[in-house]
Nanobody
C-alpha cells in the first residue's frame, strides 16, 4: 500500500532554494502519477506540478514554471520538487499525492493518497 511522507520544508529567504522529497516508507511509490499541491494560510489547496510514473510527462502551474522542477526516481521510491528563486507567495504547506491512474491531473479530487505535508516559509 502506498503511504506518502514529505520532507525538506523549512524557513528560507526570498531567492533561496529548497528541495522537497516525497517517499513511501513502506515500499514503492506505485505505478501512478505523483502530484504536488500547496495550501497557504487562509487559502484552499492548489495544484503545483504533477509527474507521470515514468517521469516523461509533467505539468506545472504557471506560477512556478521556470522556477520549480519536478522529478522522481522510482528505483529509490522518491519524488522530488526542486524549488528555486522562492518568493513570499510560495509560503504554504506542501503536499505530495498519488492518483490511482497514470494520467496527468490538476484536480485535487482525483488524488486518493496524501502525505501529511511539509511547511515552507519564505521570508522577505
Amino acid at each position: 500500500q502506498v503511504h506518502l511522507v514529505e520532507s525538506g520544508g523549512g524557513l528560507v529567504h526570498v531567492g533561496d532554494s529548497l528541495r522537497l522529497s516525497c517517499e513511501n516508507p513502506r515500499g514503492t511509490l506505485g505505478s501512478f502519477v505523483m502530484g504536488w499541491f500547496r495550501q497557504a494560510p487562509g487559502r484552499g489547496r492548489e495544484f503545483v506540478p504533477v509527474i507521470s510514473w515514468s517521469g516523461t510527462s509533467l505539468d506545472l502551474h504557471d506560477s512556478v514554471r521556470g522556477r520549480f522542477i519536478v522529478s522522481r526516481d522510482n528505483t529509490k521510491n522518491t519524488g522530488n520538487l526542486q524549488m528555486n528563486n522562492l518568493k513570499p507567495e510560495d509560503t504554504a504547506v506542501y503536499y505530495c499525492a498519488s492518483a490511482p491512474f497514470n494520467s496527468l491531473s490538476r484536480k485535487i479530487e482525483t488524488y486518493n493518497i496524501w502525505g501529511p505535508g511539509t511547511p515552507v516559509t519564505v521570508s522577505s
